[in-house]
C-alpha cells in the first residue's frame, strides 16, 4: 500500500480528493491530510508519503515552499501541484523542484485517476528495479570473493596473462600494472574456521585500497598490493610493513595465531606479481624463523641461495611451495561448487518437471550460461538436459499408468505432456513400447 498525502486549507477538497480515491481505487492508498504547508513539511517527514498533492495558495508556507523542503529530504517523493489558477505562472519554479504532475481545482474525477495510476506504476517500475539492484548486488557481494580468489591464483600460477585476466582485473578494479606479491604464513594448524581467519584478512584488505587476497591454501594466504600511480616506492613500502604488521596482530589477538609475513619487492605486470609472490613465499619462510615481517629487498645475498624465481628454488631454501596445494584446491573447489550447481538443478527439475521447463530456465535458476549449463549437465550426469527430463517424465508416466486410475489423456497431462500424441511417441521411444501396451503389461 502507498502512501499518498493531500495538502489543502480546504477541508472539503481533501475530503472529496479522498473520496474520489477510495472509491477508484480501493486498498492502494494510506491517505494522510495536511491543512497547511507547515503541518505538510511535519507529516511527511514522519510518514513518508510515495504521492504529494500540493495545493499552491495556502496559509503561512506556500505550496512551492514546501515542496521545495520536502523535496530535499525526499528525493523521490512524486509531487503533484494543485491549483485553482493558471498552473504557467508556477510551472518555472514548480519545474525546479522536481513537480512532475498538476491538477486543476475543481478535479475532474477521470484526469485524477489516470493520473494516479500512472504515478503507481512509475512506483511499481521504481520498486521493481530497486529490487532488481539489491538482487544484483546481493549477487555481486557473492561473487566478489570468488573473483579476487581466480584472479589470485591465477598471479600466483603466472597464468594471468590471457585476456580474461585482463578482463577480471579490470571487473575487479585492480590493474594489473605495479605492485608487489606478500603471504601470510601460519606456523601452525588451525583448529578455528577457516572463513573466520580469512574474512579478518579481507576486511583488512580492504583499508589498504587496491588489492587482492586468495582464499587460505595450505596455512598459507596469498596477497596482491597495488602501489598507488605517482607514490614513491618507499613510501608504498612503509604502508605495506605497517599493513603486514596489522595482520599479524589481528590474527593474533583474534585467533592466537601466530603467523610469519613474507614481502615481495615491487615488480610490474602479471608476470611481475607472480614473481613478487615467489619472493614472499620466500620471505615469509625466513619470517618464520624470527616470528617477524621479512622484506624479500632487505635480505642479503649470503643469507640464502635463491638463484632462480620458480617453486623449486622456493623448495630448495626450505619451503614447501604451496601453488601445487593451490592447484589441487583449486579442482576440488571447482569440483564442489560443480555438485552442488547440479544438485540445485537437480532439484529445481525435479520439482518443475511436470511442467513446461526449458534448459534456459533451469540455467538462469542456478546462474549460469545456458551453453555452459549444458555442458557440466552433460559431462557429471552423462546424458542431456532434454534425455534426462524426458527420464524423469515418463518415470512419471509410468508410475501413474500403474496405478490403473486415471485416462492416458490425464497421464500425459500429469507427465508433463500436452500433446497426448507425442507423449505415446516418446513413451513408445524410452519404452519400446505404447503406453496403452505398457498398461496392459502391468495391470
Known amino acids: 500500500m502507498y502512501r499518498l498525502m493531500i495538502a489543502d486549507d480546504e477541508a472539503l477538497e481533501r475530503e472529496g480528493l479522498e473520496w474520489i480515491i477510495r472509491r477508484a481505487m480501493p486498498d492502494t492508498f494510506l491517505i494522510i ?13 514522519e510518514h513518508r508519503p510515495h504521492i504529494i498533492f500540493m495545493d499552491v495558495n495556502m496559509p503561512g508556507i506556500q505550496g512551492l515552499e514546501a515542496l521545495k523542503e520536502i523535496k530535499a529530504r525526499m528525493p523521490d517523493a512524486k509531487l503533484v501541484l494543485v491549483t485553482a489558477y493558471d498552473y504557467f505562472a508556477y510551472a518555472k519554479e514548480a519545474i525546479s523542484l522536481g513537480v512532475e504532475e498538476y491538477i486543476i481545482k ?21 520498486k521493481a528495479k530497486r529490487e532488481e539492484e539489491l538482487e544484483m548486488r546481493d549477487r555481486m557481494s557473492q561473487l566478489m570473493p570468488l573473483a579476487e580468489n581466480e584472479l589470485a591464483l591465477l598471479l600466483m600460477m603466472n597464468k594471468a596473462a590471457d585476456d580474461e585476466s585482463w578482463k577480471l582485473s579490470e571487473w575487479l578494479g585492480f590493474p594489473l600494472d605495479r605492485g608487489l606479491g606478500l603471504v601470510v604464513a601460519f606456523h601452525d594448524e588451525m583448529n578455528i574456521g577457516r572463513q573466520k581467519v580469512y574474512n579478518v584478512i579481507h576486511s583488512l584488505l580492504r583499508t589498504f585500497g587496491s588489492s587482492i587476497s586468495s582464499s587460505i591454501i595450505d596455512r598459507h594466504v596469498a596477497v596482491f598490493l597495488r602501489m598507488p600511480p605517482g607514490m614513491p616506492e618507499t613510501e608504498f613500502n612503509d604502508e605495506v610493513h605497517q599493513y603486514g604488521e596489522k595482520l599479524r596482530s589481528h590474527v593474533e589477538q583474534h585467533f592466537g595465531l601466530s603467523a610469519a609475513i613474507g614481502i615481495g619487492t615491487v615488480r610490474e605486470g602479471a608476470e611481475g606479481l607472480h614473481e ?44 614447501r611451495s604451496y601453488v ?12 564442489q561448487q560443480t555438485m552442488s550447481v547440479l544438485d540445485k538443478a537437480k532439484r529445481y ?16 535458476h542456478v546462474h549460469l550460461n545456458p551453453f555452459y549449463f549444458s555442458k557440466i549437465f552433460k559431462q557429471l550426469t552423462g546424458e542431456t538436459f532434454i534425455d534426462y527430463l524426458t527420464s524423469l517424465r515418463i518415470g512419471k508416466a509410468k508410475e501413474l499408468i500403474a496405478e ?22 516418446v513413451f513408445k521411444k524410452v519404452t519400446g513400447v505404447t503406453p496403452s501396451e505398457y498398461r496392459e503389461q502391468v495391470n
Open 33 to 45: 491530510h495536511a491543512e497547511n504547508g507547515r503541518t505538510a513539511i511535519g507529516l511527511a517527514e
Open 106 to 126: 475543481p478535479a475532474k474525477r477521470k484526469e485524477l485517476v489516470s493520473l494516479l495510476h500512472r504515478l503507481v506504476d512509475d512506483l511499481d517500475q521504481e
Open 276 to 319: 613478487s609472490y615467489f619472493e614472499a613465499v620466500f620471505a615469509s619462510t625466513l619470517g618464520a624463523r624470527n616470528g617477524e615481517i621479512c622484506h624479500f629487498g632487505d635480505l642479503k645475498k649470503e643469507d640464502f641461495a635463491f638463484t632462480d624465481r620458480n617453486p623449486a628454488a622456493v623448495s630448495q631454501a626450505g619451503q
Open 324 to 335: 601445487v596445494a593451490a592447484l589441487e584446491r583449486i579442482r576440488e573447489e571447482r569440483e
Open 349 to 364: 527439475i525435479g520439482l518443475k518437471f511436470t511442467e513446461e521447463l526449458s534448459l534456459e530456465e533451469v540455467a538462469d
Open 404 to 425: 490403473g486410475d486415471l485416462s492416458l489423456k490425464e497421464v500425459s497431462y500429469l507427465a508433463g505432456y500436452k500433446d497426448p500424441n507425442y507423449f505415446s511417441r
